[in-house]
């Protein structure tokens, strides 16, 4: 039985993962190296509970509930032992995973399962660095997390049916909606949404039109609820690009990213989460790292 999550990376996915999974009704440990992600990540999802209650989307008791659930850790060697399903939301560097999966194979039970939050990389590979390939598997959970309805589950080449139907049952208890399918590069939706975001950088270097223009066109004309703008600032271009140079090595040159995009990210224009994207935000409409 699943009753103990662990949550590796207390970023902006690793946050929303938490907090649903405590809505939920799991125990959850947020582990992160850096302690002021974690002090983020702390703030940030007390934020969405004071929302949660305001707009009537939780009770004060299930809030209560859900806090009392959560757990901040700065070292995964403690956290994992306890854990009967940890899941990994670190930066998208196949090098970092690979440090992380050969933590959790040191110190979780035998009888823990592992899952990957990445957007485009193979859980076969992340699963190697592990050692328990039956147990592995992709959990793509959207951005923001407690908003969206769907969370993309990736099986492996060695992954068990039972690990799939097990994650599959966690993810509908977080509330969620799922799909299940097998391994390939970007999955479903990381192939959709970076080629239409890559598209776009490209629209925006060739002088097309302003991102206003090209959002409102995208918006009102092909009925998407967000612009590419609007959607990579919230993302983050460094994980967007992260994301493209994944793809471009794996399926060709449709992926090769965006010179201008490229640009973005050097000028340190990453996205909601440090003020400026694409669009310069107020203060209050930062998302903090
Ligand atoms: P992020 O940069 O916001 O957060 C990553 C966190 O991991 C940081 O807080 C960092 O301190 C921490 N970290 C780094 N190394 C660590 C380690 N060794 N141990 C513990 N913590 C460590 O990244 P993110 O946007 O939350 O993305 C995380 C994963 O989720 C990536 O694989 C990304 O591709 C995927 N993803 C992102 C989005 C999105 O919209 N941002 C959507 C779906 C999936």
Not at 174 to 190: C, D, L, N, R, W
């Amino acid at each position: 039985m699943i009753s103990n999550i662990v949550v590796v990376g207390s970023g902006v996915m690793g946050r929303g993962i938490a907090y649903v999974g405590a809505i939920g009704g799991y125990s959850v440990t947020i582990v992160d190296i850096h302690e002021a992600a974690l002090e983020n990540a702390k703030r940030e999802i007390d934020a969405i509970f004071e929302k949660g209650l305001v707009r009537g989307k939780i009770s004060a008791e299930q809030a209560e509930q859900a806090r009392r659930h959560l757990n901040y850790e700065s070292d995964l060697s403690i956290a994992a032992k306890n854990a009967d399903l940890i899941i990994e939301a670190v930066p998208e560097k196949l090098a970092i995973k690979q440090q992380v999966f050969e933590m959790m194979e040191e110190y979780a039970p035998t009888h823990c399962y592992f899952a990957t939050n990445t957007s485009t990389m193979s859980p076969t590979e992340i699963a190697s660095f592990g050692k328990r390939p039956d147990k592995t598997i992709a959990m793509h959970f959207f951005n923001p997390v407690h908003k969206m309805p769907l969370v993309e589950i990736v099986r492996g080449l060695e992954t068990s049916e039972e690990t799939a139907e097990k994650v599959r049952q966690v993810a509908v208890e977080m509330g969620k909606e799922t799909v299940v399918i097998h391994e390939f590069p970007g999955f479903v939706t990381s192939r959709i949404s970076a080629l239409v975001g890559n598209e776009a950088f490209y629209m925006l270097q060739e002088g097309l039109g302003t991102p206003e223009e090209i959002d409102k066109a995208i918006k009102l004309g092909l009925n998407y609820p967000m612009g590419p703008f609007e959607l990579v600032d919230l993302v983050g271009l460094d994980t967007r690009l992260n994301n493209l140079n994944y793809l471009h090595a794996k399926l060709g040159e449709k992926y090769r990213p965006a010179p201008l995009l490229e640009q973005y990210v050097k000028a340190g224009r990453l996205g909601r989460k440090c003020g400026k994207g694409v669009y310069d935000y107020l203060a209050e409409e930062v998302v903090p790292k």
